[in-house]
């Protein structure tokens, strides 16, 4: 009889942290591994975020902070909301977290009870479904496909909506697809959820920085739905500060509060320094992020090329984030010595243990027809990594 409680048990482990922890072992064994499992920029932080961070520990910036975070970064955040994305959430209205997954959890904990269900667009960031069930609540998927650009439509969205619906949580651009929602569609998407009073969004807005095709749109910004909708991002991507853990929310005020107390109970503030750090980031011109979005895009192309020339997979043009979510399921039943490729786990160990290549199955985000491919790499590593996949498929007959 297992001595864990039931919750941990039935909890999923993160399949992309997974699959970097196979990867690390397999390199520390001497063997050549290309891992595109994790979702990291491989940039460096900004020189003058470091130089804050510095000057942050020079000043004795080291004591416990507010639970909610600086009242200077809540600020800078409430400007950055109104600057990049015309809503207007006061620094009141604003929680600064260990990360923008923390975010998230503590919005499902304080809003969602056991047996309220959450509408999940598929493909979905692996962390959503697992923290819907810590909460006790059911997740609800809608499914897509590269045909669709992995987007859900208004009358999906009405159909999967039921009494017991209390929220949607969704990514603009997507992890794992690099879809982007265009305003026009979110303001399909808003029409139809206003029509249910006790509806709320969360919005996931991560990777805002990272979108090639102009302005970002966050779905806050019809005032009709603004009162339903917990606005989440960070640093992480945009900045290239994984390792620095800093997300935050703009939410209505009693939100904000409940999440403010959910997050006193579990980490309290997040790190003092990584906050200062942050502050000069909220601050910074967004033109600053351009250089690395620019390098995103010249790779995606690169890599939507050499994938395209491959026999068999099905490809959209992803218009942000940094992953390629292709489409492998005309491999499902196809052989190789041993190997009988059934879904995309087959296939992504196949890569792995075939072609020294890891990637992230599309089971871990709810499609099992795609594998994710992310292009956070040097551009000759993205080419050999191509090259093991098209080697590695070419022997499955």
Request: proline letters at 4%.
């Amino acid at each position: 009889m297992s001595k864990l409680s039931d919750r941990i048990n039935n909890l999923a482990e993160s399949q992309t942290l997974a699959m970097a922890k196979k990867s690390r072992e397999l390199q520390a064994q001497g063997k050549d591994i290309i891992s595109l499992s994790i979702g990291e920029p491989d940039f460096d932080t900004p020189q003058f975020i470091k130089d804050a961070a510095k000057a942050a520990i020079d000043n004795n910036i080291t004591r416990y902070s507010p639970v909610a975070g600086y009242l200077d970064l809540r600020k800078a955040i409430s400007e950055k909301f109104k600057r990049d994305n015309h809503l207007t959430y006061t620094p009141e209205q604003i929680i600064v977290s260990t990360g923008a997954k923390q975010s998230i959890a503590n919005i499902i904990l304080s809003l969602v009870n056991p047996g309220e269900e959450v509408i999940v667009p598929i493909p979905y960031w692996v962390s959503y479904i697992e923290t819907i069930k810590l909460a006790e609540g059911v997740p609800v998927t809608i499914s897509t496909s590269v045909e669709s650009n992995f987007k859900i439509s208004p009358e999906q969205l009405k159909k999967a909506i039921t009494p017991k619906t209390k929220m949607i949580v969704f990514s603009t651009p997507c992890n794992p697809s690099g879809s982007v929602y265009n305003k026009e569609e979110l303001k399909a998407l808003a029409e139809v959820i206003i029509q249910f009073p006790d509806l709320y969004i969360i919005s996931d807005e991560i990777y805002e920085y990272i979108n090639f095709i102009g302005k970002h749109e966050s779905i806050a910004q019809f005032d009709f739905i603004y009162d339903r909708v917990i606005t989440v991002n960070g640093m992480s991507k945009g900045f290239a500060m994984t390792g620095w853990r800093i997300g935050y929310i703009g939410a209505p005020l009693w939100i904000a509060q409940a999440c403010e107390k959910m997050q006193g109970q579990f980490t309290s503030g997040t790190s003092s320094i990584s906050q200062m750090a942050a502050l000069e980031a909220a601050k910074a011109d967004p033109s600053v992020t351009v250089e690395m979005r620019d390098a995103f895009k010249k790779r995606r192309d690169l890599v939507l090329a050499a994938l395209n020339e491959i026999p068999g997979l099905k490809t959209n043009t992803p218009d942000g984030a940094f992953y390629i979510f292709f489409d492998i399921s005309s491999y499902f039943g196809k052989s190789y010595n041993t190997y009988t490729i059934k879904n995309s786990h087959d296939l992504s160990m196949f890569l792995l243990e075939e072609g020294n290549i890891a990637l992230v199955s599309g089971d871990a985000f709810g499609d099992d027809n795609c594998i994710r491919f992310s292009y956070a790499a040097a551009e000759k590593t993205l080419i050999e990594a191509v090259k093991r996949i098209k080697e590695s498929l070419a022997k499955l007959n």
